[in-house]
Structure formats: structure tokens, C-alpha cells
């Protein structure tokens, strides 16, 4: 330990693990004072009298003190929260899940006497993943971590040091997941004296269930380990120690033990490497403590106060303009807004604003109406229709006022004519999806108006000079253009781009998303290892992005994922990301001058093929095929332009069909080949 010194800690809860905890930090004379609440106060005073003894025995400086109430431990730098219901515990399976409705009560107690606490909090009592979400939950306090993990550790390194006869220290191994049945034991990882090891998993597990048991049944409650714990996680927390601590954290809105690494205080993920086995094993654990935490959070989560309309909070806004035409978008909370700068400022004019004027998409975290709109719209004749790939639901009023649901997401929308589309949703990341979303197809309505249209296409640009893509699903127009961005030229889109004719040319403008790179794909480009790493660090791709992807990336799996419909699962990126992870430079406009037919076969020589495929009607997005935003709300011009000026033009570019294999190197040759001649 550093001679680096803390501040006041509380603990709540003077029970077996609250007892250890308090001797540990009193004894080990790096902190101020331990300040003790618990239930009645008798237990808290008798313990306080005890450690007094103690310290003064010892000689240590700590000062115990007896604290009325939980609120009262505001100002300490760091909280245990420890404390149990009183119930009987029978479980002889899961265990720790058994103080589920007993605990959670008690835990949204203590998490709304300290809400907002911006210090660190420490949660202990079982089930200890799902207390420390609704501790985190309830009070807001940013800094939760529950331990129970990291104590799986050590008894994992324990027991494999034991069947293996090697000193413990000469075993690297990580226990993550639930600190309960569906703890995953990363054996493919586990490193004995630096090489990799033979894990008797089955063995080891057993190993995992009966410490507890034996600590049990002599002593009816396991406290020096988990004590032991807590230590480690407030030290590290509180910068004195830079450790790697296995903690229940919120890492990509799952709430599991991870291994974290502490520097100076400040986390960072450094998950080990999963193999498929493992990787399905996490993911089983995140589902079982969803699904076991969704009760909980529906009966003890209330409605903040920030998201009803009535309180006065302070609005952000975002411009979001392309080719003269522009739209803002404003809201309660400054991540739709920071989102929307994100998403659109790379292809797109995206800036902060304090401007209310023109069109407006207004998207606000505000439960109530979200309940409200879904209800009413439940409780009317409504449609049905698919929007982002959840169901929604909508009705319209007699004056064309479109109320519309969205149960999956909780979601809810109202848009009137002539004024401004609102949405309304219960957690900022969702608004600020739906967000962008809408604000993007308000400006789409706005350029079909003036003219454009939407080509499926891929782009790139060169010093002004645009390539188009073009085919049908799987035909490679993402991997033409990512091999030519590679090669140097600018990326205007991967899917889709808006088209206009002016004067004799072709202005193109992107159309701004989140790409999608199948994993195969991103191996082959060799981005695989630096995406994966950027993952395991705890950096996030865009949230779209299927959990299967994500547990594929950890688990170091570069096998294409499918879904049952025959559609790949691919990672997908938000467009800064193009820059900031893969090294692409993207373009804003350019005009089009020529474009390619490819098509992907497996195992074939890259070459210039004859043909005579032209750019047809349907290659545009019109109304009648957009698959993923129907026109709900009535953004679009009831008059689309006409296809045929755009196509005379398009037909009189040079054009080249071509067949790609899956040599990277090969196909790049062909692609800067055939660039090169028609330049």
C-alpha cells in the first residue's frame, strides 16, 4: 500500500462484513475517520465503542464515529453499503440471487437518502450485481462498483494454485460475470507461471461453490474475504493503490464483473480474452440478472424530477444543415444534443446553437409522456408499421396531429402540422438515437423538396471526382469503397447518397449513419485487432449493433454472424469513428464522375468484366421502397422529383462491371487500375 491517506469512509450495515470492513480501515490507519450507520444505531454504537479500543490499543490515528442516517454520510469520500434484510435464507442453488425482494427495499432506501452522492460507493450485499444497478440507479451517484467478483478471483487462483501445486502468485486467472451460479471462470485465459494452463473447470467451480459454504457453516456468514474486497475496490477507487479489481460495473449498459484497471483513481476495462464457450457464458449471465432486475426496477426506480416538463432545466441545441437546408434539434438533456454533433458534424454541419427558429425536432427524457402517448394511442383505432426495426404504433387526429408508440424502446412521439416533431423517451441514449434518426429525415424531406434523390450507392471522393457503387445486397459496394478509402480517396457514404442534377453535373452529398463492417470484412482490411482492442479497453461502437457482435469482438470470434432471416450481424460504427478508429477521411459533397458494378465471388481473380448494367429506376429510394423509415409523420413532399434527368446523366459516365475475390491486395491493384485509367 502507498502511504497516500483518505478521507472520511462510511459503511452502512454493522453486520459481519460491515464489522471487518470498519477493523480493516481503522486498523490500517489510511483514512481519517470511518463513520458507521445501521439500522437501529445500537449495533453502530456498540461497534464504535469497540474499534475505539481497538485503535487506541494499536495507536492508530482513525477515528470511529456513530452517524445518525444514511444522508448523513454525503460528505465521505467514499460509502460501503453493506447492509442485510432480515429474511432466511434456504436457497441451496443460487444463493446469493435469495435475498433478491428481501434486500432491494433496504438498497432503494439507502440509494435515495444519498442521491447524487458524487463519491464512490462500494456495494457488498447479495445479490450484489443487481444491488449495485439499483443503487446506481435510484440515487444517480456516478462512481457504483459491487464487489463479489474479485473475491471469485482470489478463490479461483486458490484453488487452481492448490490442484496444480504452484505458489498462488504464479497464477493469472479472472472469474467475471455474476458473483453467483453463472460466474464465467476465463480458463482459455489463465496463465500459470506465463503459459497457458489446463483448468479443471468442473473441479475448480465446485471449488468456487464450497469455500462459501464451508465459511458458512462455521461461522454463519463469509465477512475477512469480501472485506478483504472492499478494501481493494476503495483503495483503488480512491487512487492510493493502481491495481487491476475485478468489480460489478456498468460496461455497455450491462451491469457484470468485470476486471478493471485502476490508474490514479480512474478505470479502464481490460476484460480478458473469451472464448466462444465463455463469451455465451456472459452473455447467459447478463440475461439472467436483466431479467432478475427488471422487477425490481419498475417497483423502486421513481420518475426524476428532471424529466418532468413542469421543472426548469436548462436546454441545449444542435444546428444540423447540408446544402442550404437545416434543421435543430433541442432537448432537456445535453446527450441528444452532444449525439447529434457527433453523429452529423462528420458529413454533415453540425453545431451547437442557442436558436430555436425552423424546423425543429424536440427530444426530451420524460417518462410521463411516454406513458401518456402510449396509452392514448393503445386506447384509439391505431396502425401498425415498422420503424428502425421495432414496431411501432400510430394514430392520427383529425386535424393530422400524428401521436405514435414505440413499446419496445419507450419511445413516444407527437408531431402537429406546421410545428415541431416531439419525442419522448425514459433513458437519454434511446431519445438520442430516435433523435438523430428523425432530425436526419426532416432534412431528407426538406432536400427532396429542392430536388434530390436518394441513389443506393456507396461513394468515394477524390479531389472533387465521385465513384458510385452500385448493386444489390452483397454485392460489395461497402467493400469498394472501404478498399478505395483505404487507398486514399475520401468516403462520402457506404449505402446511400443524396443526388441532384445542377447545371450539366452531379452534386452528391452523403447521407450520414452508422456503418456497418461484417467481421469478416474488417479482418480482412486489417482492422480486426485494433476494433477489438478499442472494445476490451471499454470503448463503445454505436449502440445499434447487435450484443452478439459486441461479445464476438471480445471473444476474439472473426466468423461472420447471421441472423435467421439470412441478414449479417456486423459491427457498426458511428462516423467519427471511420476517422478516429480506422483511419478514413471523409468527404462532405463532390460530383459524380463515374461508377462500378462489382460483384463478390469467392475464390475468383479480381478483373474488368463486359457488360452493359446501367443505373436504373430501381437503384433510387423512393417512398414506396424505403425498408426502415416510412413516412409516419408526413416528413416527406407528397410530389418526389422524377428519376429520369438524373438517369440520362448517369448514363453517360463512364461505367465499369468488375468481379472482386477476397484478396484485399488483389482487389486494390484492380480498383487503383481501373481509377487510375479512366482519371
Not at 491517506?5 to 462484513?17: D, E, L, Q, Y
Not at 478494501?231 to 457484470?256: P, T
Not at 478509402?485 to 447521407?511: K, M, T
Not at 440520362?648 to 484485399?664: K, N, Y
Request: neutral net charge.
Amino acid at each position: 500500500m502507498t502511504g497516500a491517506k483518505a478521507g472520511a469512509i462510511g459503511v452502512i450495515g454493522a453486520g459481519a462484513v460491515g464489522q471487518s470492513v470498519t477493523m480493516l480501515l481503522a486498523a490500517g490507519g489510511w483514512c481519517e475517520s470511518v463513520r458507521i450507520v445501521s439500522r437501529t444505531g445500537l449495533s453502530a454504537r456498540a461497534l464504535v465503542t469497540d474499534l475505539e479500543d481497538m485503535c487506541q490499543v494499536t495507536g492508530s490515528p482513525v477515528r470511529a464515529v456513530h452517524a445518525a442516517d444514511p444522508g448523513t454520510l454525503a460528505s465521505c469520500e467514499a460509502v460501503v453499503v453493506c447492509p442485510r434484510a432480515e429474511f432466511t435464507n434456504t436457497s441451496r442453488t443460487n444463493v446469493r440471487m435469495a435475498g433478491l425482494n428481501a434486500n432491494a427495499p433496504v438498497i432503494a432506501s439507502m440509494a435515495t437518502a444519498l442521491a447524487h452522492y458524487q463519491g464512490l460507493v462500494v456495494m457488498v450485499t447479495n445479490p450484489v450485481d443487481i444491488m449495485a444497478r439499483l443503487f446506481a440507479e435510484v440515487s444517480g451517484c456516478p462512481r457504483v462498483y459491487g464487489v463479489g467478483s474479485n473475491t471469485d478471483t482470489a478463490r479461483y487462483r486458490l484453488a487452481l494454485a492448490r490442484v496444480l501445486s504452484v505458489p498462488v502468485a504464479e497464477v493469472e486467472g479472472h472469474v467475471i460475470g455474476e458473483h453467483g451460479d453463472q460466474a464465467v471462470v476465463c480458463a482459455s485465459a489463465t496463465r500459470v507461471k506465463g503459459r497457458p494452463a489446463e483448468v479443471p473447470v468442473g473441479q475448480v467451480r465446485r471449488e468456487l461453490a464450497d469455500r462459501p459454504a464451508r465459511i458458512n457453516a462455521g461461522l454463519g456468514r463469509t465477512r475477512c474475504g469480501p472485506a478483504g474486497a472492499v478494501i481493494a475496490a476503495l483503495r483503488a477507487g480512491l487512487g492510493l493503490d493502481d491495481r487491476v479489481v475485478e468489480l460489478s460495473v456498468n460496461h455497455e449498459r450491462r451491469w457484470i464483473g468485470i476486471p478493471l484497471r485502476f490508474t490514479a483513481g480512474t478505470p479502464s476495462v481490460c476484460l480478458p480474452r473469451l472464448d466462444t464457450a465463455e463469451a455465451r457464458q456472459l452473455v447467459a449471465a447478463d440475461v439472467k440478472l436483466r431479467d432478475a432486475y427488471e422487477p425490481l426496477a419498475r417497483l423502486h426506480i421513481p420518475v426524476r424530477p428532471s424529466w418532468k416538463e413542469k421543472t426548469a432545466v436548462t436546454r441545449t441545441a444542435t444546428r444540423i444543415a447540408t446544402a442550404a437546408q437545416a434543421v435543430t434539434v433541442t432537448s432537456n438533456t445535453p446527450v441528444v444534443t452532444e449525439w447529434a454533433i457527433r453523429y452529423f458534424g462528420p458529413w454533415w454541419n453540425a453545431t451547437s446553437t442557442t436558436a430555436d427558429d425552423g424546423p425543429q425536432v424536440i427530444a426530451d427524457v420524460n417518462p410521463d409522456k411516454v406513458t401518456e402517448i402510449a396509452q392514448r394511442v393503445a386506447d384509439h383505432a391505431h396502425e401498425e408499421t415498422v420503424y428502425a426495426n421495432t414496431s411501432m404504433f400510430f394514430d392520427r387526429d383529425d386535424d393530422g396531429t400524428v401521436l405514435a408508440s414505440q413499446p419496445d424502446d419507450k419511445l413516444a412521439y407527437r408531431a402537429e402540422p406546421g410545428g415541431p416533431l416531439r419525442i419522448y423517451g425514459c433513458e437519454d441514449v434511446p431519445v438520442a438515437l430516435a433523435a438523430a434518426r428523425l432530425a436526419r429525415e426532416a432534412v431528407r424531406g426538406q432536400l427532396v423538396a429542392d430536388g434530390w434523390s436518394i441513389l443506393h450507392a456507396s461513394a468515394v471522393v477524390r479531389d472533387g471526382q465521385t465513384v458510385l457503387t452500385l448493386g444489390d445486397k452483397g454485392a460489395g459496394k461497402t467493400t469498394v469503397g472501404l478498399l478505395l478509402s483505404r487507398a486514399g480517396w475520401q468516403l462520402l457514404a457506404n449505402d446511400r447518397v443524396f443526388i441532384r442534377r445542377e447545371d450539366d453535373r452531379l452534386r452528391v452529398l452523403p447521407w450520414p449513419s452508422a456503418a456497418a463492417i461484417g467481421l469478416g470484412l474488417l479482418d480482412a482490411l486489417g482492422w480486426y485487432d485494433q476494433v477489438r482492442d478499442r472494445v476490451q479497453r471499454g470503448e463503445q461502437l454505436h449502440p445499434t449493433q447487435h450484443q452478439k457482435v459486441t461479445d464476438a469482438l471480445h471473444a476474439g470470434s472473426r466468423t461472420p454472424l447471421w441472423k435467421e432471416s439470412g441478414k449479417e450481424l456486423k459491427p457498426q460504427f458511428f462516423p467519427d469513428q471511420l476517422g478516429t478508429w480506422l483511419g478514413l477521411a471523409l468527404a462532405t459533397e463532390g460530383q459524380a464522375a463515374r461508377i462500378f458494378f462489382p460483384k463478390i465471388t469467392p475464390g475468383a481473380e479480381p478483373a474488368v468484366l463486359d457488360g452493359d448494367r446501367t443505373v436504373a429506376a430501381g437503384d433510387f429510394f423512393t417512398a414506396g421502397t424505403e425498408d426502415r423509415y416510412p413516412d409516419v409523420f408526413g416528413l416527406l413532399p407528397p410530389d418526389l422529383p422524377g428519376t429520369e434527368p438524373l438517369l440520362e446523366l448517369l448514363g453517360e459516365l463512364p461505367r465499369q462491371a468488375m468481379v472482386l475475390g477476397h484478396d484485399v491486395k488483389a482487389n486494390t491493384s484492380l480498383l487503383a487500375h481501373v481509377t487510375d485509367a479512366n482519371a
